[in-house]
């Protein structure tokens, strides 16, 4: 590895499965010293100990967690680096459908999760020695771009997380923070939301491969790889955008 990440610290969330958890391998492997946080202890646990990682419990969702996570990367590292809000979940239904406990549950995690992180993170990372600088990389969707229609909440959550990046990019650049913040667009890739959906979908994975002109799906690696870019000086020059890594997904006209 290229220890392109030396001496920086990270915390990503969502480390115990799928992009979450590629991340925190990947991030450990170029040399920076990872914080990992899921709601899933013992998946999320194992992931950061195979990985040389540190794990803690955490709902993004809820504000008195992202403390305790600044708290402990403050107590660990003595700064943050990073930050990759990258846990989220689907919800699966239609305007139709949707109620208002679900609109909220979702919203709380894939959205408001997103700007508490943002949030606590730029507190802290105003504060690292040496002045104030940072990288946050937020996690949102070809949905974001391209309405599911099967899922209202998750499409209207990314897109909303789309825009929040460039609102806190302009944000730090205009009160020059030096705190750069990026979104990844993934498209369809391997992952435990891909697993869960293929229980019901069997040949799920093949419709995934499907839509990107690469006919593959993408991998965590892929997405890690993205974040490692997003997240090293390579790229000093690059906030308020979105990465896409989506196998081609978006470049090709429907009718081709
Ligand atoms: N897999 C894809 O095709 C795809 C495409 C576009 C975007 N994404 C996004 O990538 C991100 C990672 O998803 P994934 O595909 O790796 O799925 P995943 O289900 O494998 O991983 C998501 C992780 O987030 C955690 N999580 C869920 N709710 C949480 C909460 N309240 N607090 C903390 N952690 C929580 C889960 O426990 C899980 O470990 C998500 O934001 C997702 O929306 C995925």
């Not at 001496?7 to 990947?26: L, N």
């Not at 930050?83 to 408001?112: F, Q």
């Not at 040496?130 to 309405?147: C, E, K, L, M, Q």
């Amino acid at each position: 590895m290229t220890k392109r990440l030396k001496g920086k610290t990270a915390i990503i969330t969502g480390g115990a499965s799928g992009i979450g958890a590629a991340m925190v391998q990947r991030f450990v492997a170029e040399g920076a010293r990872v914080l990992s946080t899921d709601i899933q202890l013992e998946q999320g646990q194992k992931i950061a100990n195979d990985a040389g990682a540190l794990f803690m419990e955490q709902n993004v969702s809820e504000a008195s967690g992202w403390q305790s996570v600044m708290d402990r990367a403050q107590a660990e590292f003595g700064r943050l680096d990073i930050l990759v809000n990258n846990a989220g979940i689907v919800m699966g239904k239609t305007i139709e459908e949707i109620d208002l406990d679900s609109w909220h549950h979702l919203l709380a995690i894939n959205l408001t999760g997103v700007m508490l992180g943002c949030q606590s993170a730029i507190g802290v990372m105003k504060k690292n020695s040496g002045g104030s600088s940072g990288a946050i990389i937020n996690i949102a969707s070809t949905s974001a771009f391209a309405a599911l229609p099967g899922d209202v909440a998750y499409t209207a959550s990314k897109s909303a997380v789309r825009m929040l990046t460039r609102s806190v990019a302009v944000h730090c650049a205009q009160q020059g923070l030096n705190i750069r913040c990026n979104n990844i667009v993934p498209g369809g890739t391997h992952s435990g939301i891909i697993d869960k959906a293929k229980q019901v979908v069997p040949d799920m994975y093949d419709r995934v491969a499907a839509m990107s002109p690469l006919n593959r799906m993408g991998q965590g690696a892929d997405m890690a790889g993205a974040a490692v870019y997003l997240a090293s000086e390579d790229a000093g020059f690059v906030t308020g955008s979105d990465l896409l890594v989506d196998g081609g997904m978006l470049a090709v006209h429907p009718g081709y």
